[in-house]
Structure formats: structure tokens, C-alpha cells
């Protein structure tokens, strides 16, 4: 009779369970979890690779504080204090040594990512979006010795980074014009840098209208670039050497000129 009076739940409702948090008991706190290690300038990249990792392991709550720190008497303390005690670690590991001695001493994951945010995550770097700019400008695939990929990736990184400085959301009213003339200032910038080779394909793509964007231009160059590694030099075709006596032959003697090509009178095998 208990029975029959307990709720059953209707048979069209899935019952979601709960997020289980995720132990790190077994993780690492030597290994570098980044994939630049923090220098002070790179704040912006190295922020978000971090953040990256820590959303994969459903850890994002430690740096926006929202992980107290409970009482020695709490059965979660020691499990705490060993999740601390990790996630310092991967950030340690992840900073140059310089950056480190810096910051050694914070003990806690909140701590030290406030600390790093007052001292790198400017709202404006005015001398770092200087020395990006300047890096572009002064940046070509020549210089680098880059292949056409690899020189892109390095401009894509400035970009990235500059992204962080400058906002689209700094421009709320007209941000998608905002947005078409920043790619297009992109493909100028990665047109300026290729090497002379390039040139006459430089020149097409200019040429064209509407400009290509800034990725189908990448393709177009790109492309070429595969094709003059994967195929062959194609080379002229030689011109028949010239016989250099049969034309002293023919002045000397005063007889008709014959080419031994096509066997006919009047002109030499190089007028064949």
C-alpha cells in the first residue's frame, strides 16, 4: 500500500543528474597545462589557454573565487586544500622563471590569479599594442624564412592579441563595418609580408573586386605555394643549339644556306 502512494515521475521526463565534481587526485601539478608560458606580455594568450584547461577539468570556479576555503573541520578541507594546491601548481609551471620568483609566495589559486590579473590584464597596454604594430610592420616572410602557413599563423597570433587590446565592442554602433575593414586591413598585412615571388599573384589579388577576405586570400597564396613545392619546375624548352660551322661554312664558301633540320635551302637550323 506504501507502495502505491509513492510519486512516480511521468515516463516523458528524463531526470538530469547533478554535475559531479571533478577530482584532481590524480592530476599533476608539475605539468605545464599552457600553450605559451606567461612573460608579463602575454597575459591575454596565456589567460585564456589557462582558463581553457581549467573549463575542461570544471575547475573555473577557483579563480573567479567562488571556491571558499572551508574549516579544518569540513570533511571537503583536505580535498581543498589538495585541489589548491594543484591548480598553483599548473599556474607555476606554466610562467617563465622570472614571472614566477615574482609571485612564489601567493597560496592560494584566487590569489594569485587576482594578483596576475592587477599586474598584466590592462584594459589598454598602450606600449604593448605599440610593439605588436611595430612587429607587423617590420615582420615579412623573407625576414622569418616562414613557409606561407607558418608566416600566417604568426600574423594570426599578433592579431589574436591585439584583438584582446582593441575590441570589436569598443565600436557598439558599427561594428560589423568595423569588423569588414579590420579583415581588410588584415589581407594588406599579410600581402605586404610575402616574398617577391608572389608578387604577380599579389597583384591579381589586389586586382580583384571585391578583395578577396582575408582567409581566401591565405588560400590563394597558399595554393600556390603547395603547387610550386608539389610539381615540378617547369622549364622552357630549349632552343636547338646552333651548328657554329655550318653558318661559317656557308659565309666562306658563298654557297646557299641549308638547314640539316628540315633539309630545305635558305636559312640555318637556329631559323628553323
Known amino acids: 500500500m506504501a507502495d502505491s502512494l509513492k510519486e512516480v ?48 577539468k570544471r575547475k573555473t570556479r577557483w579563480i573567479l573565487g567562488k571556491e571558499p576555503k572551508p574549516a579544518e573541520s569540513d570533511p571537503k578541507f583536505d580535498e581543498w586544500i589538495s585541489d589548491n594546491c594543484i591548480i598553483l601548481g599548473w599556474m607555476f609551471n606554466s610562467m617563465e622563471d622570472r614571472v614566477y620568483h615574482m609571485f ?45 602557413a607558418d608566416y600566417f599563423g604568426y600574423l594570426q597570433t599578433i592579431w589574436e592579441e591585439l584583438a584582446q587590446y582593441e575590441p570589436l565592442s569598443d565600436f557598439p554602433s558599427d561594428g560589423a563595418v568595423e569588423s569588414k575593414r579590420l579583415d581588410r586591413r588584415h589581407t594588406y598585412q599579410f600581402l605586404m609580408g610575402l616574398k617577391s615571388e608572389f608578387e604577380a599573384l599579389r597583384t591579381q589579388i589586389l586586382n580583384t573586386s571585391p578583395l578577396p577576405s582575408l582567409y581566401e586570400a591565405f588560400a590563394i597564396v ?39 633540320h628540315c633539309h630545305k635551302p635558305g636559312h640555318l637550323i637556329d631559323r628553323c
Not at 130 to 147: K, N, V
Request: glycine residues 6%; proline residues 8%; charged residues 15%.
Open 9 to 56: 515521475a511521468p515516463a516523458h521526463m528524463v531526470l538530469v543528474p547533478s554535475p559531479v565534481p571533478v577530482s584532481l587526485s590524480h592530476s599533476q601539478p608539475a605539468q605545464r597545462v599552457t600553450s605559451v608560458l606567461l612573460n608579463g606580455k602575454n597575459f591575454h594568450a596565456w589567460s585564456r589557454s589557462f582558463q581553457l584547461y581549467l573549463g575542461g
Open 104 to 148: 612564489m609566495y601567493h597560496d592560494t589559486v584566487h590569489g594569485l590569479w587576482t594578483a596576475l590579473s592587477q599586474m598584466y590584464a590592462h584594459a589598454r597596454n598602450e606600449s604593448r599594442i605599440f610593439e605588436l604594430y611595430r612587429e607587423i610592420s617590420h615582420s615579412s616572410q623573407t625576414s622569418l624564412g616562414l613557409s606561407i
Open 222 to 260: 597558399d595554393g600556390d605555394e603547395r603547387r610550386r613545392r608539389l610539381l615540378p619546375s617547369l622549364s622552357l624548352p630549349e632552343s636547338p643549339p646552333i651548328v657554329p660551322d655550318q653558318r661559317a661554312f656557308a659565309s666562306s664558301s658563298g654557297t646557299h644556306l641549308y638547314c640539316q
